[in-house]
């Protein structure tokens, strides 16, 4: 079964700092791999979506990246900002059907 | 993209009672999706719900515990029946997804038992 994992699991930085999140998967034969941010009473907002076959997506201050040999994908936060504090979740597609195997979530705070 | 609500958005029950949770879409889907969120935990798949055919359940969840409707193509229901404390949790419904689709998410229904 697919295990998805993020580290760390909280991260507090100053605003405007450049951060990175991980997430990593155990079975690297997947369909996708999508990144969602949580704010409490929201549900889930889906910031980026990278395919197989792709090893990077950028959506403006946002850029993720995809090693599928590895297992491994990374979240890019360039010049963070309050707004940005929310919890990250990494959800991995493996069949294209549809079934999400999220990971734990990161906890970010950005203090202004 | 799709817009999708959910209702009750929370909700405090006794142990014992059931809790019925709507789910609305915007637009025409094929596939819904029920996810349940336990405190301090991931997201896990309940089941799938196809327009016209019974749903699909995950390990670990079986229909009498969570029965689901979906009597068109933007409406579905998720009903948590017998609760227990186990069962507090938030509850989303989901569209889309599959290959390059992104997946939304409706807000969550925080269920509370005691």
């Given at each position: 079964k697919q295990e998805v994992t993020q580290i760390p699991a909280a991260l507090s930085v100053p605003e405007g700092e450049n951060l990175v999140l991980n997430c990593s998967f155990?079975?690297?034969?997947?369909y996708n791999l999508q990144w969602f941010r949580q704010d409490p009473g929201k549900g889930l907002t889906s910031l980026l979506l990278i395919q197989s076959s792709q090893r990077e997506q950028t959506s403006g201050r946002l850029n993720a990246s995809l090693d599928k040999s590895s297992g491994r994908s990374t979240l890019y936060i360039a010049?963070?900002?309050?707004?940005?504090s929310a919890t990250y979740l990494c959800a991995v597609d493996?069949?294209?059907?549809?079934?999400l195997f999220f990971g734990t979530g990161t906890r970010l705070t950005v203090i202004p | 993209s799709a817009v999708i609500s959910q209702k009750p958005s929370r909700d405090i029950c006794q142990r014992g009672t059931s809790l019925t949770i709507q789910c609305q879409v915007d637009s025409q889907v094929t596939m819904m999706f029920w996810y349940r969120q336990q405190p301090g935990q991931s997201l896990t798949l309940i089941a799938t719900a196809n327009q016209g055919s019974e749903a699909t359940y995950e390990s670990g969840f079986v229909i009498d515990k969570f029965p689901i409707s979906r009597p068109n193509l933007t409406f579905s229901t998720l009903t948590v029946s017998?609760?227990?404390?186990?069962?507090s949790s938030i509850y989303l419904c989901s569209v889309g997804g599959g290959g390059i689709y992104e997946q939304y998410f409706g807000p969550g229904t925080r269920l509370t038992v005691t």
């Amino acid at each position: 079964k697919q295990e998805v994992t993020q580290i760390p699991a909280a991260l507090s930085v100053p605003e405007g700092e450049n951060l990175v999140l991980n997430c990593s998967f155990t079975d690297s034969a997947i369909y996708n791999l999508q990144w969602f941010r949580q704010d409490p009473g929201k549900g889930l907002t889906s910031l980026l979506l990278i395919q197989s076959s792709q090893r990077e997506q950028t959506s403006g201050r946002l850029n993720a990246s995809l090693d599928k040999s590895s297992g491994r994908s990374t979240l890019y936060i360039a010049a963070s900002q309050p707004g940005d504090s929310a919890t990250y979740l990494c959800a991995v597609d493996q069949t294209g059907a549809n079934n999400l195997f999220f990971g734990t979530g990161t906890r970010l705070t950005v203090i202004p | 993209s799709a817009v999708i609500s959910q209702k009750p958005s929370r909700d405090i029950c006794q142990r014992g009672t059931s809790l019925t949770i709507q789910c609305q879409v915007d637009s025409q889907v094929t596939m819904m999706f029920w996810y349940r969120q336990q405190p301090g935990q991931s997201l896990t798949l309940i089941a799938t719900a196809n327009q016209g055919s019974e749903a699909t359940y995950e390990s670990g969840f079986v229909i009498d515990k969570f029965p689901i409707s979906r009597p068109n193509l933007t409406f579905s229901t998720l009903t948590v029946s017998n609760m227990s404390p186990e069962d507090s949790s938030i509850y989303l419904c989901s569209v889309g997804g599959g290959g390059i689709y992104e997946q939304y998410f409706g807000p969550g229904t925080r269920l509370t038992v005691t």
